[in-house]
């Protein structure tokens, strides 16, 4: 038997069924709240929207709701439309050593099976820290070798899916979670050229390791069992997805440094590759850079940062949200990278073309060699008067070293949900997520017109 998913198991029976700690518990409502503020937008727009019309024959059943749509699914196809969704506007969060956004299918898996079983918001709250802890510290051990190809949220985030859900299904039970993550790494999948083309997959690679972790765990609760050394094996996760895994990395730590306690919450709707090169922008725009009189702009960043999001001319807002040119014009133009930025006006705008233009971005081999613990950047404008201004942003904002406060994670709910919600039910949800540990989870009223 793997003593690795023996002792990923074992954490994650003991997690399921005890009190958080504290702090613990306090990020990882901070998560669920982030994770509405991203689902309701996406719940506007392609592909959730295809979604729904694709499985319309299916919906109306079950006790799973789809949030924004007003009806139900079964488990794995809420999983399926909510983690979708949820990853479609890009404000979902980051566990940045991993290179993966863990809330898409971690939070959709659960949600989608408390739901579906009838539980509390504690429950709730204790099965998305068993997912972000298992599935973080496996994408640890695989990157950075593993971004190179593979998006860590459709790959990672099947582990993520699988562990949530095995821990409101069988709850304390290490066997049926030891098989639900076995079954998931074979089912884990999402390649990047789904994101440096235009397309509307990216997002269905949360979608996809949300419904594929519900049915591994499913299957697991049922009796299915999964390979015991199929992360470590010869032909294993980490043989088929990296360049070599560092499994002690997936370990160290486990049930006592709690990784929810350090994610980055976005403050920009776009690839969080571009965060600090915004952010360093924005601060020059704050210290009276006028955009009007810069001649060029270089962007120095990491190299994952370039092959990601590097589209000089993007012509989509799906392309656009991977330019760093573009987002970068775009906030030294207004102020700000939000919903409003990837319009067709906005990606139509001549100012921001013109300014994107002048734009040369440049890989640093020192921000390079120090992805993906470190995203920083590095933004430089020449002006016509042949006057330079620089700022250097060595993290982004929202990140653990300069987290988004509980009131902006407030505030970033209220913009991104109450469009969508209304104003009073959207305080009413917030205010109900701030107190989930003493509620059921169908008190929510998620399915609610």
């Known amino acids: 038997m793997s003593a690795l998913l023996s002792t990923l198991a074992a954490y ?32 506007r727009v392609a592909p959730a929207t295809n979604l729904v019309a694709a499985h319309a024959r299916e919906l109306g059943v079950g006790r799973s709701s789809l949030p924004g749509f007003a009806t139900t699914a079964f488990p794995a196809l809420a999983a399926w439309i909510n983690g979708s969704a949820s990853h ?6 980051i566990f940045k050593d991993a290179v993966y956004h863990p809330g898409c299918p971690t939070i959709a898996a659960a949600l989608a099976v408390a739901e579906d079983r009838g539980l509390s918001g504690a429950q709730l709250l204790q099965a998305v820290v068993v997912g972000y802890e298992i599935s973080t510290r496996i994408g640890v051990a695989v990157q950075p070798s593993h971004y190179r190809y593979f998006h860590t949220t459709g790959t990672v985030g099947t582990f993520g899916g699988a562990a949530a859900a095995a821990s409101l299904l069988a709850p304390g039970d290490e066997a049926a979670l030891r098989h639900a993550l076995a079954t998931a790494a074979t089912f884990a999948s999402g390649l990047q050229q789904a994101f440096r083309s235009d397309s509307m997959t990216k997002p269905l690679h ?18 299915v069992t999964g390979a015991a050394d199929v992360l470590e094996g010869s032909a294993g996760f980490g043989a088929a997805m990296s360049d070599g895994a560092h499994w002690e990395r ?8 709690y990784n929810i306690t350090r994610m980055t919450q976005k403050n920009h709707g776009c690839c969080g590759h571009a965060f600090a090169a915004i952010d360093a922008a924005l601060a020059l725009k704050a210290r009276g850079l006028d955009p009007d ?20 001319a993007p012509r989509t807002a799906a392309e656009a949200k991977f330019s760093i040119p573009f987002v ?22 001549r100012a921001i073309r013109a300014l994107a233009q002048r734009v040369k971005l440049v890989a640093d081999p020192a921000l390079t060699a120090a992805f993906p613990a470190q995203r920083a950047a590095r933004v430089t404008a020449t002006l016509a008067d042949g006057r330079r201004e620089e700022h250097f942003a060595p993290c982004r904002k929202g990140d653990p070293e300069a987290p988004l406060t509980d009131a902006e994670i407030d505030a970033k709910f209220a913009e991104l949900a109450a469009p969508v919600l209304g104003e009073a039910r959207a305080r009413d949800l917030l205010a109900k997520l701030w107190r989930l540990e003493s509620l059921a989870v169908s008190d929510l009223r998620l399915a609610a017109p």
């Open 12 to 43: 994650g029976a003991r997690d399921a069924t005890r009190p958080l700690p504290g702090e613990a518990a306090h990020h990882a409502k901070r998560a669920v709240i982030d994770w509405f503020a991203a689902l309701y937008p996406g719940t």
């Open 88 to 93: 479609a506007v890009e404000f979902d969060d």
């Open 206 to 223: 949360a979608g996809h390791a949300a419904s594929a972790g519900v049915l591994a765990a499913q299957a697991a609760a049922a009796g």
């Open 250 to 257: 997936a370990t160290d730590g486990l049930g006592e440094r």
């Open 293 to 312: 009189a810069v001649a060029a702009l270089e962007v120095a960043t990491y190299q994952a940062a370039l092959d990601v999001a590097g589209n000089p």
């Open 328 to 349: 970068v014009a775009h906030a030294l133009l207004h102020g700000s990278v939000r919903l409003g930025a990837f319009t067709p006006e906005r990606l139509a705008d």
